[in-house]
C-alpha cells in the first residue's frame, strides 16, 4: 500500500490534491450508475471483509455525497414551504376578520369563529414565543409578517365588546400576543403610536389599553411603552383637546386607569401631563388630578419618602388644591373626591390637614350641587380619620382633676375653728346661702386659673415659637447653672418636642374651629331642595356623631322632622341613621345591649318635645317578637316603678318609651270601673280646684286615654265634668260669691248626666237594630257609618238634650267678653273648646266664625292668636265654603308683629295651600315678605313654602306678576333691597324657556299701567333677573314701546343695561350683533332722550321726505291751514308730556282744527 489515509477537516477535502502519498478520491460516481458498483462493493465485503474498503472507497465516498446533496435540498424546499405556509396562513386568519359585519350568522355545520379565535390566538403566542428567525434568510424577521399579525391584533381590539367579561381570554391572549412582538420583534414604537391613534377613534378601549399597557410594562419589563404613550398625549395641543371627537375622553379614561394600575411607573414622564392642568379641557385637567392622587395614594405616601420624594409630593398636593378653585365644577368636585380616597388611605401629611379642611369648609358654598356633595364626604373623611382624637377630652379632664380638687378644697377649707363651729350652727337657709357664696367662690378661682392658664400658654408660645430676642428676655430673671454639652443637647431635644407639641395644639384647635364651622353650615342644608345632598348631610351628621365630635347631637336632632318628608329616600336615609345610631349596643349580654339602648334612648327622649316625640314614633325603634326587645321593655318598667334609682326625667324618658313600644300592640278596651279610669278620674277632679300648671296638658292626655281605653268614656267624662263643677262651686261658695252661669251649668251637667244614660242606651239600641236590618258589609258599611257619625255630629252631639249643649253659652260668653274675662288661661282654654264645637257642626260654625275671627284680630295674647290660627286651618279642612270669604283674614297674620304668631300662620298656610285647601292668589305675596323675616326660622318655613309651591305645574308662574305689582305698590313702601332679595328667590323658579318668554310680554306690558318710578324701577329689576334667552330677548325688542320713555331712570336704564352684559355671553355672532344694537339704542336714549333719538322707520321716512322736492309758496300768499296728521303719523314713539308739549307750541302760531286739538 502506497498511500496514507488522513481525516479530513470537512468532506469536500477528500478530493482535492493533498500532500505525498495522501489518499485522494479518484472517482465521484454518480447517482445513476450507484447501483452497479454497489452490487461490486457488496461482493467484494463478502470476500475479503472489512480490507475490501480500501479498494471501493470512492464508492462509500459517493454514496454520502449524493445523499448530502439530497438533504441540502430537500431543506431548502421545506424552508421554502413552511414560510409560504405561515404567511398564507396569516393572510387567512387577518382576512377571515374583514367580513361583513351585517352578514348573516353560519350555519350549524359551519365552524363557529368565535369559539375557535381563543385557541388561534393561544397556538399564535407559543408560535412566535420561539425562534422563528431562521425562517427568513439573515435571521431578520420580514416587516410585513410583523404587520400582518400586529393589524390582526388591533383589528381585534376594535370590536365594542372585547371590553366585556365573556371576551377576557381572547383580550388576555391579544395582549400577550402584542407584549410578545413588542419584547422580541422590536414593535414599541409601532404599539405607542398604534395605542394612540386607536384610543383617539374607539373610546370604549380605553380601559383595555390601560390593562394591557400594564401588563407590557410589568410582565414584559416594556417600561419605555409608557413614556412613549404619556409623550404622545402631552405633545396633544390645549386646542385639539378642546374639539369635540378629539378622543379626550378616552385619553382620560385610559390614564385614570393607568394610574390606578402602574402609579409608580407614570412618576418620571409625568411633568408632560401635568402641562394640560392649564389646558381649555376640563376633562384632561380632571384625568391628571387623578393620576396625581394615585401617585400620592399609593406611591408617595408613609414617613418612609427621601427628600426628592416629599418635595414631589408637596408639589403634586399643591397642585391639587389650586384646582380646588378650578373654573369649572367637575373639576372642583373630582378632585375634593380625590382628596377623599388620600384622607381615606391616610396618605396626607398632617401638616396639611388644617389647609384643606378649611379649603373643604369653603367648597360648602360652592354653586355645583356635585361640588357640596363631595365637599361633604370629605370633611366625613376628615373626621373618620381625625388624628387629633389621640387625647380625649375626658382623659384630659381626669389627669387634671385630682389636682383640681386638691387646689378647690384648699381654697375653700375653712381658716379658723371659730368659722367651723358657726358654719356648724348654721340653719337650713343659711347653708343654702353658704353654698351659693362657695359656689361663686369656685367660679372666681376657676376663672382666675383658666386666665392664669391662658397668659402661661401665651408666654410659652413667645417662648418656643418667637425671636431670640424673646427668649433671651423671658430667661433672662432664670439662675445660671453649669450645664454639660449632653445636658445642652438634651435640653435641645426636649426643646424640639416642645414646638412639636405646641404647633400639634395649634392645628388642633385649628381643626377643631373647622369642623365646628361645617357643621353649622351642613345643618342648614338638611333643608335643602336637593335630595343628594339632604342624603349626604344626615349621612355626615351620623358620622360626626358616631365620632363623638362636639355639637354633633345638634344635627342628629335637626334631621328628625325630615322623617315627615314627602321624599321617600329622604325619610328612608333619616329612618336609617337614627337606627344606626340608637340601635346598634354594644355589649356582651343581652341585658347589657338593653341597658345601653335604653340610656341611649333616654338620653334622646329626656328634653325632647312633642313634635319631637311624634317623629320618634315614625321611627319605630321597637321591632316585633325579639328578645332583645322584651329586655328593654323590662328594663323600662324597672325604671319607670322606682326599682332602679333614677332621675325624674329618666322616668318620663322610661314612660314615653314603654308608650312608643306599645303603640304597634292589638287594640283592646278596659271596662268602666277599672282602678286606672278611677284614679284618672279622681286626679282630674281634685286638680281642678288647685293651682298646678301642669293639670291642664295633664287632663288632655288623660281624657284622650280615657276615650282610647275606655268601653263607655261618654259617662265616665259625664261624671267627671258633673264631680268638676260640684267642686268649683263648693270652692266658690266657700268665697262667698257664686257665678249664676255656673250654677247654671251644674244644674244643665246633673240634668244632662241622668239622661245621657237613658240616651246613649237608646241610641247604642238603635245602631245595633240598623246593622241587623240592614246587614252591611265591606266598603258600604263603612259609607254608611261615616254617614251615620256626620248626621250625629252635624245634628244630635250638640242636641239640647245632649249634656255638651250646656256649654257652648259659656264659651261663647268668655270669647266674647275679653276685658271681664281676662284670665289667660281661662281666654286660651275657651277659645280652643269653642273651636273644638265649631268642628262638630255647620252650623255652630257659621254662627261663631264672625267671633273666632275678631278673637283672632283683636286678642292682646299671642298664644290665643296663635291658637285661633290653628283652629281655623282645621275649619278650613272641615268647612272649606264657610271659611272661604275670611281667606284674606288669615293671611293678614302673616304680618303679625309677635314671631310666634307669624310662625304658626306660615306653617297652618302652608299646609292649607299645599293640599289645595286654599287656592293660590296673590295673597301668598304674604308669605313672601316672609322671606326677608328677621327671624331665621319663619325665613326658613316661607323659603320651604315656595320649594314645596314650585313642584306644582307653573304655580309660581302664575302668581309672579301679582307678587311683584302687590309688594312694588307704594302703599307698602318696601324699600328697593328686601324687594331685589324677595325677586332673586322666586325668580329661581323659572327655568323653563317658554315661562320666561311669557313673563317677559308680561312685565312690560305692566310698565304702561305703573305709575312711579319705584314701580319702573322694580319691573326693570325683575325684568333683569330672568334667564334671558333668544326668544325671550326677542319678546323684549318688540315690547320697546312699553318701557322706552322710562330709560332716563337710571333704575330702568341699569337693569335693562344687564341684561345685554348676560346675553354677550357665550351668544353666537350674529345674535351678539343684535344684542350690541340694542344696547346701544337703550343708551341713546337714556342719554338723550326719546324725542332726540329717532327710530330706524322714522330715519327711513325722513330720508325719503328729503328727497321729494317741495313747490315753495309765493311771497304774500296764504298757505293752507296745517294740520297734525303727518307729524302724528311719523312719531311713532312718543310719550303724552312731549305731544301736549307739542301741541300747546304749535296750536299759538297755526290753525288747528279744533276737533283734532281736544282729541290730543
Known amino acids: 500500500m502506497s498511500w496514507d489515509f488522513f481525516v479530513p477537516v470537512c468532506i469536500g477535502d477528500l478530493v482535492k490534491t493533498g500532500g505525498i502519498n495522501q489518499y485522494v478520491v479518484q472517482d465521484v460516481v454518480h447517482p445513476k450508475q450507484l447501483p452497479s458498483h454497489l452490487t461490486k462493493f457488496k461482493v467484494a465485503l463478502r470476500n475479503q471483509g472489512p480490507l475490501c474498503i480500501l479498494e471501493h472507497f470512492d464508492t462509500g465516498y459517493s454514496v454520502l455525497q449524493s445523499f448530502c446533496c439530497y438533504l441540502s435540498m430537500q431543506s431548502i424546499i421545506n424552508d421554502a414551504l413552511l414560510t409560504n405556509v405561515l404567511l398564507t396562513f396569516f393572510f387567512f386568519f387577518w382576512w377571515g376578520g374583514q367580513g361583513n359585519k351585517k352578514s348573516k350568522a353560519v350555519g350549524e355545520g359551519l365552524m363557529q369563529w368565535d369559539s375557535e379565535r ?7 403566542v407559543q408560535l412566535l414565543q420561539l425562534d422563528i428567525r431562521s425562517l427568513w434568510n439573515l435571521s431578520l424577521v420580514e416587516e410585513e409578517f410583523i404587520s400582518c399579525v400586529t393589524c390582526c391584533c388591533y383589528k381585534l381590539l376594535e370590536n365594542s365588546t372585547i371590553s366585556h367579561v365573556k371576551s377576557k381570554p381572547t383580550r388576555d391572549c391579544i395582549i400577550h400576543l402584542l407584549g410578545v412582538l413588542i419584547k422580541k420583534y422590536n414593535h414599541l414604537l409601532g404599539a405607542s403610536v398604534k395605542v394612540i391613534q386607536l384610543l383617539q377613534h374607539f373610546e370604549q378601549s380605553s380601559s383595555v389599553f390601560a390593562q394591557a399597557v400594564s401588563v407590557w410594562s410589568t410582565e414584559y419589563g416594556i417600561r419605555a411603552i409608557i413614556g412613549e404613550i404619556m409623550r404622545e398625549i402631552g405633545q396633544k395641543s390645549s386646542e385639539e383637546l378642546a374639539r369635540e371627537g378629539s378622543g379626550v375622553k378616552a385619553f382620560a379614561s385610559f390614564l385614570s386607569e393607568l394610574s390606578s394600575l402602574v402609579p409608580e ?13 392649564e389646558g381649555e379641557s376640563h376633562t384632561m385637567r380632571v384625568a391628571v388630578c387623578e393620576v396625581l392622587g394615585e401617585i400620592l395614594v399609593r406611591v408617595l405616601c408613609g414617613d418612609g419618602l427621601d427628600e426628592s420624594g416629599k418635595s414631589d409630593r408637596n408639589r403634586f398636593l399643591d397642585t391639587l388644591q389650586e384646582h380646588l378653585h378650578d ?12 382628596y377623599t380616597r388620600i384622607v381615606n388611605s391616610k396618605a396626607l401629611p398632617l401638616c396639611r390637614y388644617s389647609e384643606v379642611m378649611e379649603l373643604a369648609v369653603g367648597r360648602l358654598m360652592d354653586k355645583s350641587i356635585n361640588a357640596v356633595k363631595s365637599a361633604i364626604q370629605l370633611l366625613a373623611a376628615f373626621i373618620a380619620h381625625n388624628p387629633y382624637s389621640l387625647i380625649k377630652a375626658s382623659e384630659l379632664w381626669a389627669a387634671m382633676e385630682p389636682e383640681l380638687l386638691v387646689t378647690v378644697r384648699t381654697e375653700l377649707e375653712p381658716t379658723s375653728e371659730t368659722a367651723k363651729e358657726q358654719q356648724e350652727n348654721e340653719d337650713d337657709g343659711d347653708v343654702q346661702e353658704e353654698k351659693e357664696k362657695d359656689g361663686l367662690l369656685v367660679f372666681e378661682f376657676l376663672d382666675d386659673f383658666f386666665e392664669q392658664t391662658n397668659f402661661c400658654f401665651i408666654r410659652l408660645l413667645m417662648f418656643f415659637s418667637g425671636s431670640d430676642e424673646d427668649a433671651a428676655e423671658l430667661t433672662q430673671d432664670l439662675p445660671p447653672t453649669p450645664q454639660k454639652d449632653g445636658e445642652k443637647d438634651g435640653e435641645d431635644g426636649e426643646l424640639k418636642k416642645q414646638e412639636m407639641l405646641v404647633q400639634y395644639l395649634r392645628d388642633t384647635e385649628t381643626f377643631a374651629l373647622e369642623v365646628e364651622r361645617a357643621i353649622s353650615v351642613i345643618n342648614n342644608m338638611l333643608y335643602w331642595k336637593t335630595t343628594s345632598v339632604v342624603q349626604e348631610a344626615v349621612q355626615f351628621c351620623v358620622t360626626v356623631c358616631e365620632f363623638s365630635v362636639a355639637n354633633s347631637i345638634s344635627g ?11 321624599d321617600s329616600a329622604i325619610k328612608d336615609a333619616v329612618v336609617e341613621a337614627y337606627r344606626r345610631l340608637y340601635l346598634n349596643p354594644q355589649g356582651d349580654t343581652i341585658r347589657i345591649k338593653a341597658q345601653t339602648l335604653v340610656d341611649s334612648l333616654s338620653e334622646l327622649m329626656v328634653d325632647a318635645s312633642l313634635g319631637t316625640i311624634q317623629c320618634l314614633e315614625e321611627i319605630e325603634f321597637f321591632g316585633s317578637g325579639s328578645n332583645l326587645q322584651s329586655t328593654v321593655v323590662q328594663i323600662l318598667w324597672e325604671r319607670f316603678t322606682g326599682k332602679r334609682e333614677t332621675s325624674g326625667l329618666h322616668r318620663r324618658a322610661a314612660v314615653l318609651l314603654l308608650g312608643m313600644a306599645q303603640s ?10 277599672h282602678q286606672l279610669f278611677t284614679c284618672l278620674t279622681q286626679a282630674i277632679a281634685e286638680g281642678v280646684v288647685m293651682e298646678d300648671p301642669y293639670w291642664q296638658s295633664f287632663m288632655e292626655q288623660a281624657v284622650r286615654l280615657i276615650y282610647f281605653l275606655a268601653e263607655s268614656p261618654d259617662q265616665l267624662c259625664s261624671w267627671l265634668l258633673q264631680r268638676s263643677a260640684r267642686l268649683l262651686l263648693n270652692q266658690i261658695a266657700e268665697g262667698g260669691e257664686v257665678n249664676k252661669d255656673t250654677a247654671q251649668v251644674q244644674d244643665g251637667s246633673q240634668e244632662s248626666c241622668e239622661q245621657g244614660k237613658s240616651y246613649y242606651t237608646t241610641q247604642a239600641a238603635n245602631e245595633s237594630a240598623m246593622e241587623e236590618e240592614l246587614g252591611l258589609m265591606g266598603a258600604s258599611a263603612e259609607d254608611t257609618e261615616a254617614e251615620l257619625i256626620k248626621k250625629i255630629c252635624e245634628t244630635e252631639l250638640l242636641d239640647e238634650e245632649n249634656l255638651l249643649s250646656a256649654f257652648l253659652p259659656l264659651l261663647v260668653k268668655v270669647c266674647s267678653s275679653p276685658g271681664h274675662y281676662s284670665h289667660p288661661q281661662l281666654t286660651t282654654a275657651a277659645c280652643l273648646a269653642l273651636s273644638q264645637y265649631m268642628m262638630i257642626s255647620p252650623s255652630v260654625c257659621e254662627e261663631n266664625i264672625r267671633l273666632m275671627f275678631t278673637v283672632l284680630e283683636r286678642s292682646s295674647l299671642p298664644v290665643v292668636r296663635a291658637n285661633t290660627i290653628i283652629a281655623l286651618g282645621d275649619l278650613t279642612v272641615r268647612f272649606p265654603n264657610i271659611l272661604e270669604p275670611w281667606t284674606q283674614n288669615l293671611y293678614a297674620r302673616l304680618s303679625d308683629e309677635v314671631p310666634s304668631v307669624r310662625q304658626t300662620a306660615v306653617t297652618v298656610l302652608t299646609q292649607l295651600v299645599l293640599k289645595d285647601v286654599l287656592k293660590v292668589k296673590g295673597q301668598v305675596s304674604e308669605v313672601a315678605v316672609l322671606l326677608i323675616d328677621p327671624e331665621p326660622h319663619i325665613t326658613s318655613l316661607a323659603l320651604n313654602f315656595f320649594n314645596e309651591l314650585a313642584t306644582k305645574d307653573n304655580a309660581i308662574y302664575n ?3 301679582d307678587i311683584i305689582s302687590r309688594l312694588s305698590d307704594p302703599e307698602r313702601g318696601m324699600n328697593t333691597e328686601d324687594f331685589n332679595t324677595i325677586m332673586k328667590q322666586l325668580f329661581s323658579y323659572i327655568t323653563k324657556e317658554r315661562q320666561t318668554e311669557s313673563l317677559v310680554e308680561k312685565l312690560c306690558q305692566r310698565f304702561r299701567t305703573a305709575k312711579t318710578e319705584r314701580q319702573w324701577c322694580d319691573l326693570a329689576m325683575s325684568l333683569s333677573l330672568l334667564s334671558m334667552c333668544e326668544r325671550g330677548f326677542k319678546r323684549l325688542q318688540e315690547c320697546w314701546e312699553c318701557y322706552s320713555d322710562k330709560l332716563t331712570e337710571p333704575g330702568v336704564y341699569q337693569p335693562l343695561l344687564s341684561i345685554t352684559g348676560k346675553l354677550r355671553r357665550g351668544a353666537k355672532p350674529q345674535f351678539k350683533a343684535q344684542v350690541d344694537e340694542f344696547e346701544k339704542r337703550l343708551t341713546a336714549v337714556h342719554t338723550k332722550g326719546l324725542e332726540n333719538v329717532e327710530s330706524p322707520e322714522m330715519e327711513e321716512e325722513n330720508q325719503r321726505e328729503r328727497s321729494v322736492k317741495k313747490p315753495r309758496t309765493r311771497r304774500g300768499q296764504n298757505s293752507s ?3 297734525l ?15 301736549v308739549f307739542c301741541v300747546t307750541q304749535v296750536k299759538r302760531s297755526l290753525q288747528f282744527p279744533a276737533k283734532l286739538v281736544t282729541v290730543l
Request: aromatic fraction near 6%; proline fraction near 9%; include cysteine.
Open 959 to 961: 302668581l309672579l306678576p
Open 1125 to 1139: 296728521g303727518p307729524l302724528v303719523c311719523k312719531r311713532k314713539y312718543f310719550n303724552f308730556d312731549l305731544c
Open 327 to 338: 373654573t369649572h365644577s367637575h373639576v372642583r368636585a373630582r378632585v375634593l373626591q380625590v
Open 664 to 673: 304597634k300592640s292589638s287594640p283592646f278596651r278596659l271596662p268602666q270601673d
Open 118 to 124: 381563543e385557541s388561534v390566538l393561544q397556538a399564535l
Open 265 to 277: 411607573l407614570m412618576i418620571p414622564n409625568i411633568s408632560v401631563l401635568i402641562t394640560h392642568l
Open 556 to 566: 342628629v336632632r335637626k334631621m328628625l322632622p325630615l322623617v315627615w318628608s314627602t
Open 1121 to 1123: 291751514p296745517r294740520t
